[in-house]
């Protein structure tokens, strides 16, 4: 069994910073990919960065130059640290990981449970 467990949202100013993190735990034998995602109201999850375990990092151009995703393998930890926050990045944010839980495993995808990031004007 494994869970992953966010935190770190909450209610900023426009202009403002946030820091998620979010943490792997329970039977784990590898994390390749981790990621974060995030749903609007009314909108689909959109994926917005990605880190591999070699650190290659991808963004989303909506959040490009902003936000940044650094990895903590040692310690199966994810972080998105955000900077000049805008009203439209108000959501909800997900973590994702792709975990083998043993050598003769595939990568099965696992789940944060969604953090609420609120952006006022």
């Known amino acids: 069994q494994v869970q992953l467990v966010e935190s770190g949202g909450g209610l900023v100013q426009s202009g403002g910073s946030l820091r998620l993190s979010c943490a792997a735990s329970g039977s784990i034998w590898s994390i390749s990919l981790m990621g974060w995602y995030r749903q609007a109201p009314g909108k689909q999850r959109e994926v917005i960065a990605t880190v591999t375990t070699g650190t290659t990092t991808t963004y989303a151009d909506s959040v490009k130059g902003r936000f940044t995703i650094g990895r903590d393998s040692a310690k199966n930890t994810v972080y998105l640290q955000m900077n000049s926050l805008k009203p439209e990045d108000t959501a909800v944010y997900y973590c994702?990981?792709?975990?083998?839980?043993?050598?003769?495993?595939?990568?099965?995808?696992?789940w944060g449970q969604g953090t609420q990031v609120t952006v006022s004007s």
């Open positions: 994702h990981m792709k975990v083998r839980v043993a050598l003769e495993r595939y990568a099965d995808d696992y």
